[in-house]
Nanobody, 123 residues
């Protein structure tokens, strides 16, 4: 299983970015995909999760209403649309996957991880 995250970059506060996570080697239609992030000096935290069978989603309180997770089954890709970005959103963002359509949000629940993409939000 391979996950390839992309789309990070430098953006001003209030701006937007869209991250992509291309997934291969996993039955995409029976999986859960999540985004996590880790800021310097902080623990990794869950940001959003999407479950394949019913598009069920869950968000952390810190991003709810600003970020949207979605997936394109034809492309085996999950997206994280990030709007109204804040400096505190600055982090390395990782996508993670697990087999089975289960809505879970702990990093220990995910078996496969991408390499991370850096998002920097300037004030």
């Amino acid at each position: 299983v391979q996950l390839q995250a992309s789309g990070g970059g430098l953006v001003q506060a209030g701006g937007s970015l869209r991250l992509s996570c291309a997934v291969s080697g996993l039955t995409f239609g029976n999986s859960a995909i999540a985004w996590f992030r880790q800021a310097p000096g902080k623990e990794r935290e869950g940001v959003a999760c999407i479950v394949s069978d019913n598009d069920d989603t869950v968000y952390s309180d810190s991003v709810k209403g600003r970020f949207t997770i979605s997936r394109d089954n034809a492309k085996n890709t999950v997206y994280l649309q990030m709007n109204s970005l804040k400096p505190e959103d600055t982090a390395v963002y990782y996508c993670a996957a697990r087999a089975g359509a289960v809505r879970v949000t702990s990093d220990s629940d995910y078996d496969y991880w991408g390499q991370g993409t850096l998002v920097t939000v300037s004030s």
